[in-house]
C-alpha cells in the first residue's frame, strides 16, 4: 500500500482517495480534496496560501530541518529484503516518533515565547494607556514605569451588624 501526498497540501492520500490530474506533459498531480484541486487549476501558489504545509514551513511555523524526515522521504531504489534490518528499522521507528515529537514541542515552545513577550509589552502598554478607566483612578499611581495599585482598607460590617 502507497500513501501518496498532496502536490497543493502535502497531506497524505491513501488509497482510492483524492484526484489525479494528468497534464499533457504525462506529469501526474495527485490532490487529497477538491479544495486543492480548484486552488492547483487557479494557479495559486501554495506557498502563499496559509493552510498548506508549504506556507507553515516557508514562514517558520513548522520544522523543516530536522533528521528525522530523513526516515520518511520517498526512495524509488528497490531493496533486497533483509530480515535483521527490517527487525531493526521497526524497532526504531517509536524511537524515532518520540524523539520527533520531542523536537517538534521545543519548536512550539520556542515559537510561544515570542507571541508571550509581545503579548506581556502589549497589555502592559494598554494598561498605562487605559488606568484612567479603573474604578478608582485616585488610587492608582504610576511610579518608575510600573502600576501600583493599592489595596483598599476592608470595612468591619460584621461587627456593625452584631451590636
Known sequence: MRIEKCWFCSSSIYPGHGIQFVRNDAKIFRFCRSKCHKNFKMKRNPRKVKWTKAYRRLHGKDMTQDTTFEFERKRNRPAKYDRNEMFDTLKAIPI????????????????????????????????????????????????????????????????????
Open 96 to 163: 524515532i516518533s518520540k524523539v520527533r515529537s520531542g523536537r517538534q514541542k521545543k519548536h512550539i515552545e520556542k515559537r510561544l515565547v515570542k507571541n508571550t513577550e509581545n503579548k506581556r509589552k502589549w497589555d502592559k502598554a494598554q494598561l498605562e494607556q487605559d488606568i484612567g478607566l479603573i474604578q478608582e483612578p485616585t488610587l492608582a499611581s504610576i511610579t518608575h514605569g510600573k502600576i501600583k495599585i493599592p489595596k483598599q482598607p476592608q470595612v468591619e460590617e460584621n461587627r456593625a451588624m452584631e451590636e
